[in-house]
Each structure stands twice: as structure tokens, then as C-alpha cells.
């Protein structure tokens, strides 16, 4: 069954240091991967797609189909970065997404 | 364009009882995805409707049916409420073209079941 893996429930990193944030998932063909970021007291909103291949707020992403993961990565943390990260799946014409359990990012100052 | 609006905010019901929580789509979308997020956890899929139709279900019982109106707004209904059913539930919508967009994610409706 399609699933996704966060293996990492709480993230904390230094500002201005490297952040990684893991994600693995289970599917055999051509999945389309999202990273969703919800801020304290936000709503749950779109950070990036795999398809598009930006960089939103300094953040990128890759997919590694042989390794099946799609790590979010930002080369210098920022203190707003502090949130809750969560990665998800979308396969075929299922259409529909799931997500992992999510990853809480702390910044420190 | 306000986005995706959910209602109500809050609600507090008993054990056994039924609810009803409301979900209009952003301007332009025309699919509802409905998800259960129970606390440290991630978001749950529990169904989608589009074209006033149930197209794809989550592991979800019968206790949790649905509904799509000729708007696209939609109503997620859960029946005889367990205790294990207190979560937030949250409403995301979409366009049928360009699926690959993803979701717009409301606020929620945090239903807590005592």
C-alpha cells in the first residue's frame, strides 16, 4: 500500500545551520510529492511540488526514485521557519494525497 | 476569494450522538477532499466528492458519509460518535484540471466527542 514516512518527529537546528528534513514513501510508479507547512495558528498550506521544481522560501526538494524519498532541504535556517512539516503523496488518477505524520521544525536563536 | 471556509470552528458532542460539519470550496474549485487529523498526527484521508459524487475512500467505517451539493460546497456527516472520533477535521479543495496543484487546506473543525 502507498504510504509515507517521516522518520523524524521533532527537528531542531540552530538558525543560520542546514536543515534536512526526511521523507520516505511506498510506491512503484511515477508519484507526484508535496511538502505542506503549517504554521502556529495557520492553516495547513502548500510549500512546494515536485513537479514544479522551485524553491519556495529558500527550500527545495528532490525526488530520488531509486531511494523512493523527497528530503526537504534549506541551506541556512530562518527563526519563522519554526513549523510543522508534513510530506505527501499523490499517484496516478487516484488524485487523492496522503500524508506523512510530520516533522516539527525548531529553530533556535 | 476567502479561501476555504469550514464551520463551525468548534463543537462538543456526546458519545452516540450525530454531526455535521460544513465546507465551501475556494472560488474555482470544484472537488472536495474531506481528512480526520488526530493530535501528533498527520492528516487522515477520509473521502473525496466531485460532481456531487463519493469518487475515492479512505479507511473509514459507514459511520462516516457524505456529501457534495451542485455548488461544490460539502457536508461530512459521522454517525453513533465514539469517544476515538475527537479530532480536527479538515475540508481541502481542488480543481479538477491540474490535479498536480494539490490542495487548499481550511481551518478545521475541531469536534471533540465526551
Known amino acids: 500500500a502507498q504510504r509515507v514516512t517521516q522518520p523524524e518527529k521533532l527537528l531542531s537546528v540552530f538558525k543560520g545551520a542546514p536543515v534536512e528534513l526526511k521523507c520516505n514513501y511506498s510506491?512503484?510508479?511515477?508519484?507526484?510529492l508535496f511538502w505542506y507547512v503549517q504554521y502556529s495558528r495557520q492553516r495547513l498550506q502548500l510549500l512546494l511540488r515536485h513537479i514544479s521544481r522551485e524553491s519556495i522560501k529558500g527550500f527545495t526538494a528532490d525526488l530520488n526514485k531509486g531511494e523512493t524519498s523527497f528530503h526537504l532541504k534549506k541551506p541556512f535556517a530562518q527563526e519563522e521557519d519554526s513549523a510543522m512539516y508534513y510530506c505527501?503523496?499523490?499517484?496516478?488518477?487516484?488524485?487523492?494525497?496522503?500524508f506523512g505524520s510530520g516533522t516539527r521544525l525548531s529553530i533556535r536563536p | 476569494d476567502a479561501g476555504v471556509t469550514q464551520s463551525p470552528t468548534h463543537l462538543i458532542k456526546t458519545r452516540g450522538q450525530q454531526v455535521t460539519l460544513r465546507c465551501s470550496p475556494k472560488s474555482g474549485h470544484d472537488t472536495v477532499s474531506w481528512y480526520q487529523q488526530a493530535l501528533g498526527q498527520g492528516p487522515q484521508f477520509i473521502f473525496q466528492y466531485y460532481e456531487e459524487e463519493e469518487r475515492q475512500r479512505g479507511n473509514f467505517p459507514d459511520r462516516f458519509s457524505g456529501h457534495q451539493f451542485p455548488n461544490y460546497s460539502s457536508e461530512l456527516n459521522v454517525n453513533a460518535l465514539l469517544l476515538g472520533d475527537s479530532a480536527l477535521y479538515l475540508c481541502?479543495?481542488?480543481?479538477?484540471?491540474?490535479?498536480?496543484?494539490?490542495?487548499?487546506f481550511g481551518s478545521g473543525t475541531r469536534l471533540t466527542v465526551v
Open positions: 505527501a503523496l499523490s499517484w496516478g488518477s487516484a488524485s487523492k494525497i496522503i
Open positions: 481541502a479543495s481542488s480543481p479538477s484540471v491540474g490535479l498536480n496543484y494539490g490542495y487548499t
Open positions: 510506491y512503484s510508479g511515477s508519484p507526484e
